[in-house]
């Protein structure tokens, strides 16, 4: 199976390289395929032929999202329909990632995908304009959200608090947002998932939205003190967690206070579960750890 991957150096994309059982990955950088151009896009699609794309590339600063919108939906919200007709032409199917942030967090249970999308920022709107370009696309896809990514490869939550910990004592973190840290390891086996299923059921869960997130579920505060104990008891960095509310962490963009996903139909439908958050984030701390030391 030949299989595109855009956004070459992304947490997932570099996962998957890593997780890949045998399939041919041609990682495209956004020199070879520019999710802001069109043309790009389309060149790239038409050069390669794949079986199947992996739309992992996206625009994931969601502050700076606020003040570069048109950027953001070119590449979160035009981009994936573009990538899905390129797709449609040659015969080929899509695999695309969206997010949390397409809900506003006003539920009191995990979000399951037929629940009702109200994004609270930019980041998630032009998402959710993705989700909607890709499924009128005309391609054969599926729509896989995630959340709160995390990974030994570049910028996320657990390394910045790595990083703190080796600076200062105390760190104040939001504890009124909720959710589920994901690996994006436990991701690409995950999307792998989808790929052996549909070699062996073509149709199924083609043309769905589906939840991949971690078992379990914690606040921001929560990830950072288990970061810590892992960190500690591995000889690295730690430092005291102060729990503010997220109105003393003032932000650009708006975030839900509950973002946990409901992940069932995901493992109903491809018969992978994420593991426990905690579980994974162990090895991921160790690994960072263990760069740092290099
Ligand atoms: N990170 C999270 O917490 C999170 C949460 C929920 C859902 N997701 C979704 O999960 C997916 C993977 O996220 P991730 O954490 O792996 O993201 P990431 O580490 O930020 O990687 C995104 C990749 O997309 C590339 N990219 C950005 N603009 C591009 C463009 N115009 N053309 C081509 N490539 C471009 C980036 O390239 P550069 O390196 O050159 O910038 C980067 O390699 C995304 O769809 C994201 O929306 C992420």
Same mark, same amino acid.
């Given at each position: 199976?030949?299989?595109?991957?855009?956004?070459?150096?992304?947490?997932?994309?570099?996962?998957?390289?890593?997780?890949? #059982?045998?399939?041919?990955?041609?990682?495209?950088?956004?020199?070879?395929?520019?999710?802001?151009?069109?043309?790009?896009?389309?060149?790239?699609?038409?050069?390669?032929?794949?079986?199947?794309?992996?739309?992992?590339?996206?625009?994931?600063?969601?502050?700076?999202?606020?003040?570069?919108?048109? !950027?953001?939906? @070119?590449?979160?919200?035009?981009? #994936?329909?573009?990538?899905?007709?390129? @797709?449609?032409?040659?015969?080929?199917?899509?695999?695309?990632?969206?997010?949390?942030?397409?809900?506003?967090?006003?539920?009191?249970?995990?979000?399951?995908?037929?629940?009702?999308? @109200?994004? !609270?920022?930019?980041?998630?709107?032009?998402?959710?304009?993705?989700?909607?370009?890709?499924?009128?696309?005309?391609? !054969?896809?599926?729509?896989?959200?995630?959340?709160?990514?995390?990974?030994?490869?570049?910028?996320?939550?657990?390394?910045?608090?790595?990083?703190?910990?080796?600076?200062?004592?105390?760190?104040?973190?939001?504890?009124?947002?909720?959710?589920?840290?994901?690996?994006?390891?436990?991701?690409?086996?995950?999307?792998?998932?989808?790929?052996?299923?549909?070699?062996?059921?073509?149709?199924?869960?083609?043309?769905?939205?589906?939840?991949?997130?971690?078992?379990?579920?914690?606040?921001?505060?929560?990830?950072?003190?288990?970061?810590?104990?892992?960190?500690?008891?591995?000889?690295? #960095?730690?430092?005291?967690?102060?729990?503010?509310?997220?109105?003393?962490?003032?932000?650009?963009?708006?975030?839900?206070?509950?973002?946990?996903?409901?992940?069932?139909?995901?493992?109903?439908?491809?018969?992978?579960?994420?593991?426990?958050?905690?579980?994974?984030?162990?090895?991921?701390?160790?690994?960072?750890?263990?760069?740092?030391?290099?």
């Amino acid at each position: 199976m030949k299989i595109l991957v855009t956004g070459r150096e992304g947490q997932v994309a570099r996962s998957l390289a890593e997780r890949n #059982p045998g399939h041919e990955l041609i990682f495209t950088s956004r020199a070879e395929l520019d999710l802001a151009n069109p043309a790009s896009m389309e060149r790239a699609v038409a050069n390669v032929r794949p079986d199947l794309i992996l739309s992992v590339g996206a625009y994931t600063a969601v502050d700076r999202a606020e003040s570069e919108p048109d !950027l953001a939906m @070119a590449v979160n919200g035009t981009a #994936p329909g573009l990538i899905g007709a390129a @797709a449609a032409r040659i015969g080929a199917r899509v695999i695309h990632l969206s997010t949390d942030y397409v809900f506003d967090g006003t539920l009191d249970r995990p979000w399951r995908e037929d629940d009702p999308v @109200a994004p !609270l920022g930019v980041y998630g709107r032009t998402k959710l304009a993705g989700e909607e370009a890709l499924a009128r696309s005309g391609a !054969l896809y599926a729509t896989v959200r995630t959340a709160w990514v995390y990974s030994p490869f570049g910028n996320n939550f657990v390394k910045t608090m790595l990083r703190l910990a080796a600076e200062r004592d105390e760190v104040r973190v939001v504890c009124d947002q909720h959710g589920c840290p994901t690996s994006a390891l436990d991701i690409a086996d995950g999307l792998f998932a989808v790929v052996k299923t549909w070699r062996n059921d073509p149709d199924c869960g083609a043309g769905e939205v589906f939840h991949l997130a971690a078992s379990g579920e914690t606040a921001w505060d929560g990830l950072a003190r288990e970061t810590f104990t892992a960190s500690e008891r591995l000889g690295g #960095p730690s430092a005291r967690v102060r729990s503010i509310p997220a109105s003393e962490y003032p932000t650009p963009a708006r975030r839900p206070a509950n973002s946990r996903l409901d992940s069932t139909r995901f493992t109903a439908t491809f018969g992978y579960r994420a593991p426990d958050w905690r579980f994974s984030l162990v090895s991921v701390v160790e690994r960072l750890l263990g760069d740092r030391r290099c």
